[in-house]
């Protein structure tokens, strides 16, 4: 089945514990993507890679970091996590190309609570 | 600053009834455009997506976009209580750096009445 998993689907820490969200793909997809969902504000991009090695930031990028060594993977690291960092985690695949319909697929979230 | 406005109602339609949702956006260099619907609490999962002006029917949604007003819409027939959910609408530009990126407005929820 073609998806994208998250891990962990929960996660409550403290402030300053460094932790890491795990995104994997099994549809070969280029493209991955973080986003972040606060009530209000919508979704909004942290990070996004469009291929291995190749990452940019987005709109929120502050307090996060990335990385692609694989094509499947794209961890999403919180370093020394804050309160403000409370939100509910989306990672997204696509694939790239002309086409301007190709679907972006989300997983299925991960909400992190920091205390 | 691209930005992609929804109206965050709740909208309120009665079971059967025509939903109307509507979505503007700010680059005129966007060139695709996406409705996603989310329940509470999951992921958004695509509905419609259309980059030519006019209607595009799939069962019984219909999107609509003018490009030269900067509008798209999403239209649901026969509403049912299941369609009660937030519509996300996205966009995106077709070509350079950029071409992959959404630009997520923040949604509208809907709520059907049975």
């Known amino acids: 089945e073609a998806q994208v998993t998250q891990n962990p689907r929960y996660l409550i820490t403290v402030t300053g514990k460094k932790l890491t969200v795990t995104c994997s793909q099994n549809?070969?997809?280029?493209?991955m993507s973080w986003y972040r969902q606060d009530p209000g504000l919508g979704l909004r991009q942290i990070y996004y890679?469009?291929?291995?090695?190749?990452?940019d930031k987005g709109d929120v990028p502050e307090g996060y970091k990335v990385s692609r060594k694989e094509k499947r993977n794209f961890p999403l690291i919180l370093e020394s996590p804050s309160p403000n960092q409370t939100s509910l985690y989306f990672c997204?695949?696509?694939?790239?190309?002309?086409?301007?319909?190709?679907?972006?697929?989300f997983g299925p979230g991960t909400r992190l609570t920091v205390t | 600053q691209k930005e992609v406005e929804q109206n965050s109602g709740p909208l309120s339609v009665p079971e059967g009834a025509i939903a109307s949702l509507n979505c503007t956006y700010s680059?005129?260099?966007?060139?695709?455009f996406f409705w996603y619907r989310q329940y509470s609490g999951k992921s958004p999962e695509l509905i419609m997506f259309?980059?030519s002006n006019g209607d595009k029917e799939d069962g019984r949604f219909t999107a609509q976009l003018n490009k030269a007003s900067q509008y798209v819409s999403l239209l649901i027939r026969d509403s049912q209580p299941s369609d009660s959910a937030t519509y996300l609408c996205?966009?995106?530009?077709?070509w350079g750096a950029g071409s992959y990126q959404l630009t997520f407005g923040k949604g509208t929820k809907l709520s059907v009445i049975p």
């Open positions: 890679s469009m291929n291995v090695e190749v990452t």
């Open positions: 549809m070969n997809h280029e493209y």
């Open positions: 680059d005129r260099g966007s060139q695709s």
């Open positions: 997204a695949s696509r694939r790239t190309g002309l086409a301007v319909s190709y679907e972006q697929y």
């Open positions: 259309i980059y």
């Open positions: 996205a966009v995106n530009p077709l």
